[in-house]
C-alpha cells in the first residue's frame, strides 16, 4: 500500500525515469550472478552496471565482448533489458496488466501516453496492442530472413539464438551482436551480404520510424495526403538523413555502395557496423556524429534529439531568413511551444556533448574527436565505438552510463520530473529588450 500510495503522488514523467532506473538496477544483479559469465565468477560491479545500463537504454557500448564474457544466461538477460528498455518499461507494466484481465487505470494510461509519445489519452490501449503486435510481427520476420544464414554459419540450433538476438537487438536499434572477433566484429563479416544488410537496415528504420508512424500506416494505407503532418516529416527527414549521409561516406571512403548505406542507416542509433570505423577520416568521423546526435523519431526506440527536433530547428532558421513571424512548413504553422522545446533539448544535448567530451579528453588524454565520438554514441544511444570505451576510467565510464540513461529517458522527460506540476504564472514580467547575433 506504501508502493502504490507513493506511485500515486508521482507524475507520469517521474514513473518513466524511475521505471528505467529499475530495470538497471535489475538487471545489474542479474549480470552480476555466477551464471551470467562464461568463467562462473559473476561480473564486477561496474561491468554489470555499465552492460545493464546500455542495454536497457539500447545502446550497445559495452566494456567487453558480448559473446565471449557472458554465458547463455546472461546474454538472455541482456536481451530481455534490450526488449524492455526498447519498448519501455512502462509499456510492458501496462501490457502485463491488459494481459491479466485487469482494468487499466487513468495514471496507466496517462504514463503510457507520456511513454510512447501519443498526442491524446484516448485510444491508448488500442495503440498498445497495435504496438506489441507490430513489434512481434517485425522481429518475427527478421527472426526467419536471418535464420538461413546464421544456420550455415553457426548450425541450426546457435543460429535460430543468433537470428532472435540479432533480429531483437536491431529493431529496438541497440546494437548488440554476438559476433564476438569473427570477421573484424559487429557485422563485417556479412558485409556483403545483400539480405543479411537490407534485413538489419529494415529492422533499424522499422523501430526507428516510431510506433506513431506506423500506426498512421495501419490506418491510411499508401494514402499520404490523409498522413498526419508529423508522419510527412519524419519520413522526409529519414530519407533525408538516410540518402545523403550514405553518399557522403560513399564518395569520402574507400567502401562499397551495401557499407556506405549501412553506416548511413545504423550511425543514427542502431550501433551494428559492416566497417571498420577506426579507419575513418575525420569528415565522416564529424558525419557521423552529427547523424548520431539527431537520432530517430519519437515514439520510437531510437535516440538522440529526434528528427522532429532537428526539423522544428532548421524550420526555425528559415522562417528568420525569410523574415516570417511564424515557423511554416507545407501551409502548417509549428506552435512556438514547440519550438521552444526543440531550442532547449538542441541546447541541451549541446552542454552534455560537449562537456562530457572536454572531460572524458581531459581524464583520459584521449583525442578529442575520439571522445566526441564516444560521447555522442552514448548519449544518442548509439553504440558505435572505435575502441575507446573499455579503455577509459571508471569515473568516464559513469559519465557514459548517465549519458546512455538520459538519452534513453528523454530531455523533456528528465525536466518534466523534476516539476511535477506546471506552476500557474498570475502574470508577465515587463519585457527586456536584449540584442543578438
Not at 54 to 66: E, I, N
Not at 394 to 400: A, D, R
Request: hydrophobic share 50%; with cysteine; charged share 10%.
Amino acid at each position: 500500500m506504501n508502493i502504490f500510495s507513493l506511485l500515486q503522488r508521482l507524475s507520469s514523467f517521474q514513473i518513466i525515469v524511475l521505471s528505467f532506473a529499475f530495470l538497471i538496477g535489475t538487471g545489474t544483479l542479474l549480470l552480476m550472478t555466477p551464471w551470467a559469465t562464461q568463467d562462473g565468477q559473476g561480473a564486477a560491479l561496474l561491468t554489470a552496471c555499465f552492460t545493464a545500463v546500455s542495454a536497457s537504454c539500447v545502446t550497445g557500448l559495452t566494456v567487453v565482448d558480448t559473446a565471449a564474457y557472458w554465458s547463455s544466461f546472461g546474454q538472455l538477460v541482456i536481451l530481455l533489458l534490450i526488449q524492455v528498455g526498447g519498448l519501455g518499461v512502462v509499456t510492458m507494466a501496462v501490457a502485463i496488466t491488459v494481459g491479466m484481465g485487469q482494468h487499466v487505470s487513468l495514471m496507466q494510461r496517462s504514463t503510457m501516453q507520456d511513454a510512447i509519445s501519443a498526442q491524446q489519452i484516448g485510444g491508448i490501449v488500442r495503440m498498445l496492442r497495435f504496438v506489441l503486435k507490430f513489434t512481434a510481427g517485425t522481429e518475427l520476420l527478421g527472426v526467419c530472413l536471418l535464420w538461413p544464414h546464421f544456420a550455415r554459419d553457426y548450425g541450426w540450433l546457435q543460429g535460430i539464438w543468433m537470428a532472435i538476438f540479432h533480429s531483437v537487438s536491431a529493431f529496438c536499434n541497440a546494437g548488440f551482436d554476438l559476433m564476438s572477433s569473427r570477421g573484424g566484429g559487429s557485422l563485417m563479416a556479412y558485409a556483403g551480404d545483400p539480405l543479411v544488410n537490407l534485413t538489419i537496415m529494415g529492422l533499424i528504420v522499422a523501430g526507428g520510424l516510431g510506433f506513431l508512424t506506423w500506426a498512421d500506416f495501419s490506418v491510411n494505407r499508401l494514402h499520404w495526403r490523409k498522413w498526419t503532418f508529423q508522419t510527412r516529416i519524419i519520413l522526409l527527414m529519414t530519407a533525408l538523413l538516410v540518402a545523403v549521409p550514405a553518399l557522403l561516406f560513399f564518395t569520402q571512403e574507400p567502401i562499397s555502395g551495401w557499407q556506405a548505406l549501412f553506416q548511413s542507416v545504423t550511425t543514427r542509433t542502431a550501433g551494428f557496423n559492416t566497417m571498420d570505423i577506426e579507419t575513418l577520416s575525420e569528415g565522416s568521423r564529424c558525419i557521423m556524429i552529427i547523424l548520431m546526435l539527431t537520432g530517430g523519431a519519437p515514439g520510437s526506440t531510437a535516440g538522440g534529439i529526434k528528427t522532429t527536433t532537428a526539423f522544428a530547428l532548421f524550420m526555425t532558421m528559415v522562417s528568420v531568413l525569410r523574415m516570417r513571424g511564424d515557423v511554416e512548413c507545407q501551409s502548417r504553422r509549428i506552435p512556438t511551444e514547440t519550438v521552444r522545446h526543440a531550442l532547449a533539448i538542441f541546447v541541451m544535448y549541446l552542454f552534455l556533448f560537449f562537456g562530457a567530451s572536454i572531460a572524458i579528453g581531459y581524464l583520459d588524454r584521449a583525442p578529442m574527436i575520439d571522445a566526441m565520438v564516444e560521447v555522442s554514441s552514448a548519449l544518442g544511444t548509439v553504440g558505435l565505438s572505435i575502441g575507446l570505451t573499455e579503455k577509459l576510467s571508471p569515473l568516464s565510464q559513469i559519465m557514459l552510463m548517465f549519458l546512455m540513461y538520459f538519452g534513453r529517458v528523454g530531455a523533456l522527460t528528465m525536466i518534466y520530473a523534476l516539476h511535477k506540476r506546471k506552476k500557474a504564472v498570475p502574470c508577465r514580467l515587463p519585457e527586456g529588450r536584449l540584442t543578438v547575433g
